[in-house]
C-alpha cells in the first residue's frame, strides 16, 4: 500500500489533467478499471495521434471473461467555448473464456460524452459478438450506460475536483440498475467511489502518464 501510495504521488508530480475518454492527447498512456461486485473491466491504451489509441481490454462478468486487443477512434469532437462533445468508436477481437472453453469474440462501442466545467453527460453502448457454434448457447453480451453528473464547486486546474453522478446501466435482458457516485480527480488522478440502489458497491479509478 505504501509503495502504491509513493507511486501515485510520483505519477502526480508530473501528471496532466485526466479524463474519461477512450483516446487521450498524443503519446499519453492511460490505465482505467470499473469495477463491481460480479464485474470488472480494465483498458490499457497509448494514444499514437490525438484521434486514435490502441490497447488491451480485459472485461470479466460472472464467469465468463473476454480478453481482446482494441483500437479506439475519435470520430468527431465539439469544442465549444465553455464545453467539449466527443463521440468515440472502438473495436477488437480476441478470446472469451466460459463454460470452461476458450473461443473467438468480436467487440464493437461508441461512447458520446458531452461535458463543461458544471455538468457532465455521457452515454455509451459496447457488445460483444461471440461465437455461438457448439453445444452452449451464447447470445451476444451487450451493454448500454447512461451518465448524467453536477460539479458542486469550480476547481482550478491545481485544486481537487468533485462531481456528483447518477448512472443507469442495462445488460442485455437484465433490469436497469442505477448507481450513484462521487467522482474525485486530481491532475492525472480520478477515482470514483460508488453505491448502487440495490446496494452494491462500485470502484473505478484512472490513471493517465
Given at each position: 500500500?505504501?509503495?502504491?501510495?509513493i507511486?501515485?504521488?510520483?505519477?502526480?508530480?508530473?501528471?496532466?489533467?485526466?479524463?474519461?475518454?477512450?483516446?487521450?492527447y498524443?503519446?499519453a498512456?492511460?490505465l482505467?478499471?470499473?469495477?463491481?461486485?460480479?464485474?470488472?473491466?480494465?483498458?490499457l491504451?497509448?494514444?499514437?495521434?490525438?484521434?486514435?489509441?490502441?490497447g488491451?481490454?480485459?472485461?470479466?462478468?460472472?464467469?465468463?471473461?473476454?480478453?481482446?486487443?482494441?483500437?479506439?477512434?475519435?470520430?468527431?469532437?465539439?469544442?465549444?467555448?465553455?464545453?467539449?462533445?466527443?463521440?468515440?468508436?472502438?473495436?477488437?477481437?480476441?478470446?472469451?473464456?466460459?463454460?470452461e472453453?476458450?473461443?473467438?469474440v468480436?467487440?464493437?462501442?461508441?461512447?458520446?460524452?458531452?461535458?463543461?466545467?458544471?455538468?457532465?453527460?455521457?452515454?455509451s453502448y459496447?457488445?460483444?459478438?461471440?461465437?455461438?457454434?457448439?453445444?452452449q448457447?451464447?447470445?451476444?453480451?451487450?451493454m448500454?450506460?447512461?451518465?448524467a453528473?453536477?460539479?458542486?464547486y469550480?476547481?482550478?486546474?491545481?485544486?481537487?475536483?468533485?462531481?456528483?453522478i447518477?448512472?443507469?446501466?442495462k445488460?442485455?435482458?437484465?433490469?436497469?440498475?442505477?448507481?450513484?457516485?462521487?467522482?474525485?480527480f486530481?491532475?492525472?488522478v480520478?477515482?470514483?467511489?460508488?453505491?448502487?440502489?440495490?446496494?452494491?458497491?462500485?470502484?473505478?479509478y484512472?490513471?493517465?502518464?
Amino acid at each position: 500500500m505504501k509503495m502504491f501510495t509513493i507511486l501515485l504521488i510520483i505519477i502526480s508530480a508530473t501528471a496532466t489533467p485526466v479524463d474519461a475518454h477512450p483516446v487521450s492527447y498524443q503519446g499519453a498512456t492511460s490505465l482505467m478499471s470499473y469495477n463491481k461486485p460480479d464485474q470488472n473491466e480494465l483498458l490499457l491504451t497509448y494514444s499514437f495521434k490525438s484521434y486514435l489509441a490502441a490497447g488491451l481490454y480485459y472485461f470479466k462478468e460472472g464467469r465468463t471473461s473476454y480478453s481482446l486487443p482494441r483500437v479506439n477512434f475519435l470520430a468527431k469532437r465539439w469544442n465549444n467555448e465553455d464545453s467539449q462533445g466527443n463521440i468515440y468508436l472502438s473495436a477488437g477481437y480476441g478470446a472469451e473464456r466460459s463454460f470452461e472453453e476458450t473461443k473467438g469474440v468480436g467487440f464493437a462501442s461508441a461512447d458520446l460524452d458531452w461535458e463543461s466545467r458544471k455538468y457532465y453527460t455521457a452515454a455509451s453502448y459496447s457488445r460483444f459478438i461471440r461465437d455461438s457454434s457448439g453445444v452452449q448457447s451464447r447470445p451476444d453480451f451487450e451493454m448500454i450506460k447512461l451518465r448524467a453528473g453536477v460539479a458542486p464547486y469550480l476547481a482550478e486546474y491545481n485544486e481537487i475536483n468533485a462531481w456528483f453522478i447518477l448512472q443507469a446501466e442495462k445488460q442485455n435482458d437484465s433490469s436497469t440498475q442505477l448507481t450513484q457516485f462521487v467522482r474525485l480527480f486530481y491532475r492525472n488522478v480520478l477515482i470514483e467511489l460508488g453505491a448502487g440502489f440495490n446496494g452494491e458497491w462500485a470502484f473505478n479509478y484512472m490513471v493517465h502518464f
